[in-house]
């Protein structure tokens, strides 16, 4: 019998090789020795691998041809075998359509059972996929960010702050790769919508140049919604390969609903392509789109934050009107994620798209960062190591998951999405014995290290054990200035915080913030037993 998994791999690594080779297998338990060759013509343009993956007419012709000429020749299992090679080269495309929401807090989705802010979008993707119950995010935006896209743990990459944006010159590091670097050598097409908020002071570090063909968005942290201003000043570009441009024709635009019309144009565009260009055909592609909502200044069209006239009524302390401000735009951001599938499934490439979804961190509550956001009932908020700062309202669903329609608690850390997606794109691309360490070329990079990110795709797409028993989601060198937010680490069921660093915030951020439909009383006391002898043994310095 034959492994078919084994023949796409087989064939997929000598089209885009564009060597001859000679391999041995079995069929029907007999050992046939395979000789088979490729010529490329000239006339095509394709010279590297990374160009020609994905078989287009001319490739598949050759083969159709060699099957032709072996005809009188070859014993009918053999032709069987050429056929089989065709029919595997053939793959689909394994779109990746990656997510990111600013500042959303765990009771800002109806899916973790908010009763005030229905999310229809979000909450049909999450039930159809596999909702992420046990998964950990930094608490910040920039160090999420620089995790998600490099698969480095902060302690490694130096970003414990959001401090990338204008103004400085930090970064990730120049040696640091990025995923869309690796997926387009895999033939796919990279591009990046919205906040990105990893440097700007070079062209070294700006998204074009970490792989993405394309970015329309705001290098900084925030801005406004409708000006896209920061500080007085433009924050708003539109670059093409090495193309640096400022965008100022949409100045008036709200930014939820400029950066949803950018990702429907991708949509269609490639699309189209694929429809029209057979050598495009199996191209795959990978989008980032990185909304602005929810973080502050908390701004939408009065349309969206009216819904919650009801739910939300006004308070004499502003909370009810700030919070139904909030709520608005995560209507807003819901429907824009709508209209992007929708763009998906005209361009019929939903059911080959993987979607995932994730917060960067936790939500501002109560006033903290101008904002109202929910992380009911989790203690804490952005900018804390508690459960509400760092564990992550994500979910991920649609092509390459084997099972769906639960909820998973395998433990998971933002920095394993890098060699999850990676190795989900290196299976489609060469077969299923591939993985991550398949897709890299680890010339120039820096070793993996203890703290980055793991490979979770069977726990993600076949329910298997998560391999990860532990997240550091902070820590410092002792007897040294510290930056970022404190130090903590979780094994198993446990988790240990340490309160320190410039950048920790205490209470009133540290306790729990409730939002029901009049949010008036904020501070809930929780009576923990007492911990284990064994810990009382430790007495903190």
Known sequence: SIDSSFLKEVALLHVTTGSDGCFNFKLDGINTEF?????????????????????????????????????????????????????????????????????????????????????????????????????YVQPVCSPTRSSLLTGRHVIHSGIYDPDCGPGTTYSVPFNFSMLPSHLNKLGYESHAIGKWHLGMFSRRVVPTAKGFQSFEGYYGGAEDYFTHEESGASDMHKDQGDELKPELTNKGE???????????????????????????????????????????????????????????????????????????????????????????????????????????????????????????????????????????????????????????????????????LLTAAAKNALGESADWHSAMDWEGLPPWEHGDGLDLWGMLSNRDQSPRTEVLIEAHPTNRSDDGNGQAIIVGDLKLILEKGPEWHGPPNDLWYESGSNPQNYNHTVLCPKPPKACLLYTSP
């Open 254 to 420: 709200y930014s939820t609903f400029i950066y949803t019309d950018r990702a429907v144009a991708v949509v269609d565009k490639f699309g189209a392509a694929q429809s029209k260009d057979d050598a495009k055909a199996n191209k795959s592609l990978f989008m980032y789109l990185a909304f602005q909502a929810i973080h502050s200044p908390d701004q939408v069209p009065e349309s969206y934050s009216d819904r919650f006239l009801s739910a939300i009524p006004d308070t004499k302390d502003g909370v009810g009107q700030h919070r139904r401000t909030v709520a608005g735009m995560v209507a807003c951001l819901d429907e824009a994620i709508g209209n992007v599938t929708a763009a998906l499934r005209r361009a019929e490439m939903l059911e080959n798209t993987l979607i995932v979804f994730s917060t960067d961190n936790g939500g501002p509550a109560q006033g903290f960062n101008s904002n109202m956001a929910s992380n009911w009932p989790l203690r804490g908020m952005k900018r804390t190591l508690w459960q509400g700062g760092v564990r992550g309202t994500g979910f991920v669903t649609g092509a390459g998951l084997a099972k769906t329609g639960y909820v998973s608690n395998g433990l998971m850390h933002v920095t394993d999405w890098f060699p999850s």
């Open 35 to 135: 000789v088979f060759f490729f010529f490329f013509q000239a006339e095509d343009g394709i010279r590297d691998a990374q160009e020609s993956r994905g078989l287009g007419d001319v490739y598949k012709r050759q083969i159709e041809h060699m099957v032709s000429c072996f005809a009188l020749a070859t014993p009918p299992r053999c032709l069987a075998t050429l056929a089989l090679l065709l029919l595997a080269a053939d793959a689909k495309p394994l779109h990746i359509l990656l997510i990111v929401a600013d500042d959303l807090g765990w009771n800002d989705v109806d899916f973790h059972g908010s009763q005030q802010i229905p999310t229809p979008v979000l909450s049909g993707l999450a039930r159809e996929g596999v909702i992420l119950d046990n998964y």
